[in-house]
Nanobody, 121 residues
C-alpha cells in the first residue's frame, strides 16, 4: 500500500506565504511525475503545478511566478512554496504522484487526502 500525506495548510492573510509538504510512504519502487492540484468549493479540481521525475516543472498560469514546486527524491517528498497568496487561492490542495510499487511493478496514480488553504484577512 502507498500513502500520500499532505501537511502545511492553514489560514493566511493575502500576500502571505505557506509551504505545503507531501510525503509518500509504502513499499515504493520508484516515484515518477508528482503534482499539486486544488479544488475550491463548487469548482472542479484543477492542476496547480507538476514536476517530472527528471525535474521539469509546469505551472498553471494563475500561480506562475508566485508558487514553486520541488521534490526530495531521497525522501519521496513533494513541496509547494506559495507566495503572494490571494483569496482566490483558497481551496483544498491535493498531492498526486505516479508510483511504481514493488509488489506489482505497475505504475499507478495516488492521491493524498488534501489540506485546506484559506487566504483571508
Amino acid at each position: 500500500q502507498v500513502q500520500l500525506v499532505e501537511s502545511g495548510g492553514g489560514l493566511v492573510q493575502p500576500e502571505g506565504s505557506l509551504r505545503l509538504s507531501c510525503a509518500a510512504s509504502g513499499i515504493i519502487h520508484s516515484v515518477n511525475d508528482m503534482g499539486w492540484y486544488r479544488q475550491a468549493p463548487g469548482k472542479q479540481r484543477e492542476l496547480v503545478a507538476t514536476i517530472s521525475a527528471d525535474g521539469n516543472t509546469y505551472y498553471a498560469g494563475s500561480v506562475e511566478g508566485r508558487f514553486s514546486i520541488s521534490r526530495d527524491y531521497a525522501k519521496n517528498a513533494l513541496y509547494l512554496q506559495m507566495n503572494s497568496l490571494k483569496p482566490e487561492d483558497t481551496a483544498v490542495y491535493y498531492c498526486n504522484a505516479d508510483i511504481v510499487v514493488w509488489s506489482t511493478l505497475r505504475r499507478s496514480s495516488y492521491w493524498g487526502q488534501g489540506t485546506q488553504v484559506t487566504v483571508s484577512s
